[in-house]
């Protein structure tokens, strides 16, 4: 099979680089590229990036850097390509090809323009065939820090290399143009003018700024998780939205969240992510739940060398088990309770080599499955949603499927235990959109299989103020637990 790459040499980048190695590799393809006059790019854009750098006390980010045409050491021409790939988005070009674009842009200046315009952006996949354009797949990308064009712009470049690199594999595995499809979200972008980046770096200075100022003289909002009686029950979703919510309190020296809650043993056990101020590294605590709440404060029962969040508890043929969240560690690891909640060992590596966020574990048709997301190559671990399958708990794990079952930021990440609600399942999730843990959501799972994974939106949840996120919901032995962002120590919280 042969590859030819559309490319404007006014405007190649490392990412553009990378994106046609990985193609070539993973379809087993000989490359070849052709010039082609993309859009102009916005203005000012490249000094913006070097100013970030500078601003930000950041390196700048390689992915963006400009390179040679000659760094690809390709031939030139498109004269019997099997498949083109158009990586500049130019509104000249013809004939039936793959194209890639952000709000109709190539990637890196459509990512600017959305991020310029306070929005995290949409990544299409476009089959052109006979002149006609069909929409092959869509994702829905995270911006992990609003106030840098560099930082979204990177992650967006990741995500659109893996989107490539999956669709060629696909067509070189007998998949057509005309029948490509890669998992696509239905959300519609908001459309958006050019921005300046010039505009928007110095504003972003001037607010990372005020943010720094203003935590010299106030304790900045920080995560903290509440509780309340269990007042769901089985068969209906948890109604969150204005209910009142008792707060774990802390000694203003650290922060909760990621709660879970078990009851094993005889006793009602509430686990969380706790997070010293003064190591800058998460760790696993308990506290006991009682008829009228916590008894005592969390304590901690699992610390590592690495950072460590999202204590997934449960119960198998009679002990207890966790998975808590070790992506820095990059493993996902079984812990199970020697003394109950005390005292834990680490048991297996289920996945090995893998940064994997908030790794939940689900049981349907005999077989064991873990949700969680995972950072690819220059990639966001809040928007790409991957599963696994294996027969038993410490059994072969393997992706479901090849590459992410969806990419989308305000709905992909896990937000807590995966609950029946009637014949139906349903999985929380969190949603991004705006910035980390900013909402929480409820979906049903319509398929999953290794023919793809489906899913309904139920439910999508944002705390009202003075609250600013709100990014898990558990609840077990007659209690709901969930986190909030929240400026303060109030003992009540009402998202």
Known sequence: ???????????????????????LTASGASGAIAMVAGPPPAGLLDLCLAFEALAFRRPRSGPLDRLSLSALNLPIGTADADIVIDLAASAETTGDRLLITVGGFGVAAGAANAIMAGEEPFIDLIAVVNGEQR??????????????????????????????????????????????????????????????????????????????LERLVRTPPNWAVAWRTDETGDGALPAIAGRRWRRLSDDGGRFYADPFVVRYGGRTVLFVEEFPFATEKGLISAVELGANGPVGTPRP??????????????????????????????????????????????AAVLIDDIDLGDATLFRADGRCYLFGTVRPHWGSSWDGLAIFAAEHLTGQWAPLFSGPAKVDV??????????????SVVRPFQDSVGGYGAGLGFARVDRLDAGGYAETKLMALRPAPPLSGLHTYNRGGGFEVIDVISDGDAAIVTP
């Open 1 to 23: 099979m042969r590859v030819s790459f559309l490319i404007d040499s006014t405007d190649f980048r490392r990412w553009q680089a990378k994106a046609i190695a990985d193609v």
């Open 135 to 212: 929409l092959a797949g869509r994702w829905h990308v995270a911006v992990e820090d609003r106030r840098q064009l560099g930082s979204g712009m990177t992650i967006a470049a990741g995500r659109a290399i893996e989107m490539l690199t999956l669709a060629a594999g696909r067509l070189a595995a007998g998949a057509t143009l005309g029948s490509l499809t890669l998992p696509r979200v239905e959300a519609e972008p908001s459309p958006h003018r050019r921005g300046q980046p010039a505009l928007f770096a110095a504003a972003a200075f001037a607010r990372s700024l005020a943010a720094r």
């Open 410 to 423: 305000s709905s992909a990440r896990p937000a807590g235990r995966m609950f029946s609600l009637g014949t």
């Open 301 to 346: 029962v699992i610390e590592t060398d690495c950072h460590l969040s999202y204590p997934f508890v449960f119960e198998e043929d009679g002990a207890l088990y966790m998975i808590p969240e070790s992506s820095g560690r990059r493993k996902v690891e079984l812990w199970r309770a020697v003394n109950f909640p005390d005292h834990w060992e680490r």
